[in-house]
């Protein structure tokens, strides 16, 4: 091999040594130092039926419009107190998102703690909020000529509704609602007793 071929191949091996030791450092190190972190003082493990929910979340695109990632921004103190690693040990993937078309949800189950607010909100959110431009997900109640014993009728205000029957709650909706109003912050306070 001639010397000009041999700088080549020292060229390749220093830069990939240089890229697997940044990778290292810069990815696997910070995730097992993460991973790690234990959970937030007071927060709990999900149910089942909010893992469901969750779940139904992922799939809908909820994360595509909204964060859950409170930073520690003046403008984010609306949404709750700063996010903390130990706030997602729960959550595998964490939903944190990158688009904010829609406020935070970090806390929402402690800022809207009305599950009948969420069912109509979802049925359809310009109902509740003027110009929202929150997609409606319709297909997550059933409409039915009238509700059966055990049913649960969601008052839809008027004008919003379908033209016949009543809209009820599916196993769906209660589970992403159930899911919604798990997401709350617990307080920072409670990791020093006071
Ligand atoms: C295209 C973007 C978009 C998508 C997708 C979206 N939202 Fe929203 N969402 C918004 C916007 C904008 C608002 C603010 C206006 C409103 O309240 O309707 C909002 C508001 C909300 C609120 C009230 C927040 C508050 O602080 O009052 C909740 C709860 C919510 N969305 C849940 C969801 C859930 C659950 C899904 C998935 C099933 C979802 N959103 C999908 C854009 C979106």
Redesign the pocket.
């Given at each position: 091999m001639n010397r000009g071929m041999n700088n080549v191949w020292s060229l390749v091996l220093v830069s990939a040594i240089i890229y697997g030791a940044l990778a290292i450092l810069m990815g696997v190190v910070p995730g097992m130092v993460l991973s790690r972190t234990p959970p937030t003082v007071g927060s709990q493990p999900y149910t089942a039926q909010e893992e469901r929910g969750r779940d139904i979340?992922v799939s809908?695109?909820?994360e595509?419009?909204?964060t859950q990632n409170v930073r520690p921004l003046k403008q984010d103190e609306v949404f709750g107190r700063p996010s903390t690693a130990g706030d997602y040990a729960y959550d595998t993937p964490e939903l944190l998102g990158d688009h904010r078309?829609?406020?935070d949800?970090t806390n929402?189950g402690g800022?809207?703690p009305s599950k009948i607010w969420?069912y109509i909100?979802?049925w359809e959110?310009r109902s509740v909020?003027h110009g929202?431009?929150?997609?409606r997900?319709t297909w997550l109640f059933a409409v039915k000529p009238k509700a059966d014993p055990g049913d649960e009728v969601v008052p839809i205000p008027s004008g919003f509704g379908p033209t016949k029957g009543v809209v009820v709650t599916t196993t769906q909706s209660r589970d992403?609602v159930s899911y919604?109003e798990s997401l709350k912050q617990v307080s920072l306070t409670k990791r020093t007793g006071k």
């Amino acid at each position: 091999m001639n010397r000009g071929m041999n700088n080549v191949w020292s060229l390749v091996l220093v830069s990939a040594i240089i890229y697997g030791a940044l990778a290292i450092l810069m990815g696997v190190v910070p995730g097992m130092v993460l991973s790690r972190t234990p959970p937030t003082v007071g927060s709990q493990p999900y149910t089942a039926q909010e893992e469901r929910g969750r779940d139904i979340y992922v799939s809908e695109g909820c994360e595509y419009c909204h964060t859950q990632n409170v930073r520690p921004l003046k403008q984010d103190e609306v949404f709750g107190r700063p996010s903390t690693a130990g706030d997602y040990a729960y959550d595998t993937p964490e939903l944190l998102g990158d688009h904010r078309n829609g406020p935070d949800l970090t806390n929402i189950g402690g800022r809207q703690p009305s599950k009948i607010w969420q069912y109509i909100h979802l049925w359809e959110p310009r109902s509740v909020v003027h110009g929202s431009i929150m997609p409606r997900y319709t297909w997550l109640f059933a409409v039915k000529p009238k509700a059966d014993p055990g049913d649960e009728v969601v008052p839809i205000p008027s004008g919003f509704g379908p033209t016949k029957g009543v809209v009820v709650t599916t196993t769906q909706s209660r589970d992403l609602v159930s899911y919604l109003e798990s997401l709350k912050q617990v307080s920072l306070t409670k990791r020093t007793g006071k």
